[in-house]
């Protein structure tokens, strides 16, 4: 059986990725992913844990994380496109504004 504290370390490492991508990259799209990195990291973190403690409400709230984040990537998705189209840019410092 693999221990809890690998679960932790993965996520720490899944976590730290994910922020360094988003403080470092200019892209939105990579932005985005990096934000699913952090949101996943947390999801290990929750199921490990619900797993260890014998209990499912751990997962059942991995589950609506799951849920935000897929709306999440739906919706930004949907502004890139619009931005792209108005601005025909996706770097996050040439954007100040959504206004054509």
């Known amino acids: 059986m693999v221990p809890l504290s690998w679960y932790m370390m993965l996520s720490i490492a899944v976590f730290v990725i994910g922020v360094f991508g988003f403080l470092s990259r200019r892209n939105i799209?990579?932005?985005f992913m990096?934000?699913?990195l952090?949101?996943?990291a947390v999801n290990i973190n929750?199921?490990?844990l619900s797993h260890y403690l014998q209990d499912?409400?751990?997962q059942i709230l991995?589950?609506?994380v799951i849920a935000v984040a897929a709306a999440e990537a739906a919706i930004g998705l949907a502004i890139v496109i619009a931005l792209f189209r108005n601005k025909a840019t996706a770097h996050v410092d040439e954007v100040k504004e959504m206004q054509g």
């Open 46 to 48: 929750l199921i490990s």
């Open 29 to 31: 799209i990579i932005v």
């Open 34 to 36: 990096s934000i699913e």
């Open 38 to 40: 952090m949101l996943n």
């Open 62 to 64: 991995a589950f609506f």
């Open 56 to 58: 499912m409400r751990g």
